[in-house]
Structures are given as C-alpha cells and as structure tokens.
C-alpha cells in the first residue's frame, strides 16, 4: 500500500539511521519475541478451557496459569524493549537529519532565498520534522508490529479453525478498500494544511519581524485580514480531515461489532453441533479485538503517517535543492598554487547578468580593472546595478556572461573559500546577532583573539564609543543592534569586515544620517581605508568618492563614464549632473543617491 515513491523517500532519509544500526537491531530482535508470546496467549486460554475447566480435571493447571503469566510478562518487556530502542534510533536518526537540513540551508545559493520565504524554510525545520518525529517514528514503529502480529494471529487462526477464520476474512476486502481511499484523500488534504502552514508561520515571522512597521503605519487590520486568510486554509483542511479520520474510525470500529456477532451466531452453531470447542470459540471472540483493535488503530496510525509523508515531501525538495556550486567544475588549490595569496587585480570583462533567465539584464558589457593598492568607486542611481557587481564579486550569485577574473584566474571556476579569504565586505544593512559586541565583530573567525578584535575596532576608530558602553566589548546586542545607534551599527560592521582579514575591502556606503560625532569617525575610518588598502566602494557621499582612483558611473547597467573626479567633472557628463543634482539638495558633504 505504500507507493514506490514514498519507499524512495523512506530509503533517502534511512541513510541518516545508518549510525544506529546496532539499536535498531536490538529492537528488530525484539519483535519476534513479541509475536510468539502473543500468539502463545490465546493457544494456552484453549488448552486451559478446553482441556482443565471443560473436563474437570485440574491437575497441572497452576502450571499453565503460571506459563501465561510468564507470557505476558515476556511479552511487556519485548515490547517496552522494541519501542525503547527504536524510538531511541529515530530520535537520533532525526537529529541527524536536523542538523544535516540546516547545515545544507546555511549554504543554499541566493536565489533559494529571494524566492522562498524565510517562514516556509522554519516550518520545514520546525514542524515537518515534528510531524515526522510524531508520526513517522512513533507511528510507523507500532504499526510494523501490529501488522506482523495480526498477520499472525490470523495464520494461528486458520490452524486452529480454518472456517470460522474465514467468517472473518470475508469482511477484510471491503474494509482494506475503504481504508485505501481514505488514505489517498487523507495524503491530499495533509499536503494542503502542511502547505497552508508553512504560508501562514512564513507570513507570521514577516509580520514580526516588521512590527513596528505594522504599528506606526496602523496596519494591524490589514495583517490580521492577510493572516486569518491563511489560518482559515490551514483550519478547513484540519476539519476536512477530521471527517474522513472519523469517517474511518466509525467505520471500523462498525465492522469489528458485526465480525463479533457473526462469529458468535456460526460459533455457537458449532458448538452445539460439538465441530467446534468452547475453549476455540472464546479464544476467536477475544482474538477479533486482537484483530481489528490493530486494524483500526493502523487507519488511525495511517492518518499519522501522511502526515509524516508530506513532510517527508518538504524536506525532500529541500534536499534536492541544488547548491551554489553543484554541477560546477572547479581549480583546485593545486591549478592555480600560491596565485591567490595576495590580491593583483580584478577585472570585469563585457560582464552582463539578469538575476532569472525571464527578467532583464541588470548589468550590460559591464568592463573595469582594480589594480592592487587603488581604490574604485560605483557611482549610479538607484537600481543601476551597483549593489550587483559587488554581489557578482562575493559569488552570491554566479551565472554571469562576459568574464570576471582574480589575479587573472576565472572567478566562476573558483571555489567561494578561494575566492572569497582576498574580500572583506563592508555592508550597509548589516545583521548584528543578540550576542555580545566582540562576538558580531569576530564573526566567522572562531579563533579570532580578544586583542584582534580591539585592534579592528581601533583601525575603524570605534574602540573608544565601544569602550564606553556598559559591558563594553561584552555587551550583549538585541533586536538587530536595536540598542545601538545607526551610526555605530555602521562602524561594527567596519570593524567586522577589517577583522575578517580581507586584502580587499568591498564598501556598501550608508546613505543613512547619522549624528555629526559618529559621522566624523565614520568618515575617518574611510579616509584611512582608502588610503591604505585597496578598495571598491559603493559611494555616496562627495567626500568618499573624491578619495577614488576610478569613478565608474553606471546608469542601468551600463557604464557610462569612467574617470577621476576631475576628469569627469571636466566632461560635465552625467556624473557633473549627479553632482549637481546632490549639491541643489545638499548643506555638507554632498549626497549621491
Ligand atoms: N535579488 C534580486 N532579484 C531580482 N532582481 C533584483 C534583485 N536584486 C536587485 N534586482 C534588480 O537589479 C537591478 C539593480 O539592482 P542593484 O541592487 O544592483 O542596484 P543599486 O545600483 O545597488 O541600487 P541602490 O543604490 O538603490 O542600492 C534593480 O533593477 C533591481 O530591481
């Protein structure tokens, strides 16, 4: 009854219980020890009907009331030791499976996330791997040994009376045919309320996350309206199949009642026709419930494990998503040797991008050369493909046309942790983590030392504000860095991005007002950056720009001036009427946006 496709899946994710094979096999052992002592059961309650309490004869009978307490017992500790030891895998099994599903989203390309929202991805992480863990683990585990045990029984059955079994089996077809097309409308409407789900927690977090966006717009009605929608889906797919599980249990529980009366009416036929002995009778009568007690538990159980199953869909897609460098063939550190040591040059040659294969280019034959120990600027109006070339440059997204070469060597063909150790990126919408100062300047340098880290901060000339805070370089950040102010959330991120070592510094300038004190360390830190190492930078203010080698001037995608300051003020181009357009706005150090 389970479709080739989901033992794919089953076979995909039992790669991950591989380590916990030797638990797993003490509970798989177990099972066999649980079916014969429950067999056993019901062939002693004859032996002592029919062969003590119907004859009279009480001699050795302790001996068999002993023998089934003795089963019983044997058979409670082979079942808590099968439960024990298979939960036991499953939990670690799924542990695995976390940790694996997170590390693989940790490296998802770009792309995965601009068209997925964050919300979808913490469902899949949080409640489709409960619904496996409740479900799949706990379900498939009680529903493998009652299968089995009701396989056997039913073969005891046929052994001890083969047709009053078949009173019984009559009844089989009709009931396997319900339960089958109920589990395919079950498996469609759990698809429909994982989905629903994991819509309503992806639109759940983005309303957190903006919250104070909602409250000062007073956009709380128009929320709510958005998220009611999509708990409404989520709700009729729950009372959808809350009728086909009723459905079903009703249905069952109807057939065991009727299996029951059948066999007492033939049974007792027998019985007074002496074809049948009393001891058999009983010992069918309380086998039905063995057999459809189980029988309707594993519908029951069934409906669980769609559950698991169209998570088990989630998490496959996620497993299949490809990575940024799958498919790609790439120079080893023996092909190009000590050329990546130190920084020579960047070069973007005829380089044109479009972020999909259906929307336009952003970048158009977009060429330019950064030579070691200069400093480049991108000048442009919003939305002229500035933020993209320094994306193109920390390979978060790859698949340009035209060529981009470090020291010479095809940035494509390189692997990130290659490429990437020349750069440090300076970002303008920096994250900062509800951890210490220390830990978000230190930021993927494990090792990075106390002293290293002061040292990046003094560089940026943010060691003294730092310094004063409580906690100083301990103090713990909330909220994005809520607790610090925009201006000195700007030099965090420039002291994390001297801390990462980068030959290169790749500066998103801040068009953000910040106070004047802030301001002046702000610009300092850049004036000394320039002056020191070499740069490329998304400039807005006159005064960055003018420490510049090169002036790039995009506009759509294109460049359309190159220069100094001077030499494209002399053009009186379009950089001149940038230029001027900032100064008609501006008091103090002029603007570019
Ligand atoms: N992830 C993305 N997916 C699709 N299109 C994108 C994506 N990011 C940017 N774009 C588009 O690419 C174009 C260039 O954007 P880019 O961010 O490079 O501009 P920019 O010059 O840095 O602008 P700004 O100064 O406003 O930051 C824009 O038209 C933008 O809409």
New binding site residues.
Partial sequence: MIKGLDIQYIRRFLVFAKPYKGWATIGILMLPLSIVTNLLFPWLTIRVIDDYLSTGNYDGLPWVIGAMIAVVAVNYIADSCYSYFLRKTGQHTLFDIRMSLFQRILNLP?TYF?RTPTGVTLSRLTSDLEAISDSFVMGVLSMVRDLINTVALIILMLFINWPLTLVVLTVFPPVLYITHWIRNKLREIYKITRSSLAKGTGYLQECLFGVKTVQLYRAEEEVEARYQAYTQEFLHAQMRSNKYDAVLFSVITGVTTITIGLIIWYGSGRVVQEAVTLGVLIAFINNMEKVFVPLRDFTGQIAAIQRSFAAFDHLDELFQEPLEEDGRTLLSPADFGDRLRTFESLEFRDVSFR??QD?PY?LKNVSFKLEKGHQLALV?T????????LRLISKVYQDYEGQILLNGIELSALSIDDSMHLFSLMQQDVYLFDQSIAFNIGLGKASISRTDIQEAARYVYADEFIKNLPDGYDMALSGNGGNLSAGQTQLISFARAVAQGGQVIMLDEATSSVDSVTENLIQRAISRLFKERTVIA?AHRLSTIRHSDTILV?DQ?QVVEQGTHEQLLARNGVYAGLLNQAADQDGGDMVL?
């Fill in positions: 770009r601009d972020y999909t929307s952003v442009g919003t939305g002229s493909g500035k933020s993209t070339i998304i995009l995608g946006t």
